[in-house]
């Protein structure tokens, strides 16, 4: 939902960064193994109960992901590249409630597992309605150019990032937070399908 609005604000400063990087020789494809590598040491760092260190590397490891895009735009976007980037944000998203669940077992888990649900739906049906648009040659550009069709919703990365802030800032209501973004994932899961069956009827 606030991917779009912000956007415009965050390129630039990225495109910068990314030329530097571009000309000291680092590659999108190199940034995106770093952003991951960065995600999951937040994750463990979360497990193992310093939640502030774990906010500080998933920030460090988003600006990163925001940072690939912009060095392939930089040099040269491949399919490769879009191919990692969007499976390793699946697995950062994936590890960091996981991390939670660890943490404190007795208390998280069900959240966490509801959670993970929701991502497991709202990815399938954002990586589904992208196939599906590339086989009838849908195009959009609503949030710059993509190696894929990006649908929008209510739960996107901005969302997604802003819901992982509050769990390292306020680990004590993990599981309200939690239950809260997996009501705003399922509902962008619904709107996404009913999008697709009027859209590919």
Sequence with gaps: ??????????????????????????TAD???????VVGLAAALAIACGY???GLALLLLSRIA???????????????????????????FYGAIPLAFAVLDPLANALPAAVLLMSFYANGASFLAFAIMAEKRQV???????????????LAEASETIAAFVLFCVFPQ???AIAYVFAAMCFWTFAARVAL??????
């Design 30 to 36: 190199g940034v995106t193994v770093a952003a991951l």
């Design 139 to 153: 195009r959009a550009e609503l949030r710059g150019k993509k190696s894929l069709y990006f649908s929008t919703g």
């Design 65 to 91: 992901d925001g940072l690939d895009g912009a060095l392939a735009r930089t040099t040269r976007p491949t399919d490769r590249g879009g191919f990692l980037d969007i499976v390793f944000d699946y697995v």
């Design 1 to 26: 939902m606030l991917d779009g609005t912000l956007k415009p604000h965050i390129d630039p400063a990225l495109d910068r960064v990314a030329r530097g990087l571009a000309a000291a020789g680092c």
């Design 173 to 175: 209501h993990f599981a």
């Design 196 to 201: 697709a069956v009027r859209v590919f009827a």
């Design 51 to 53: 939640p502030v260190l």
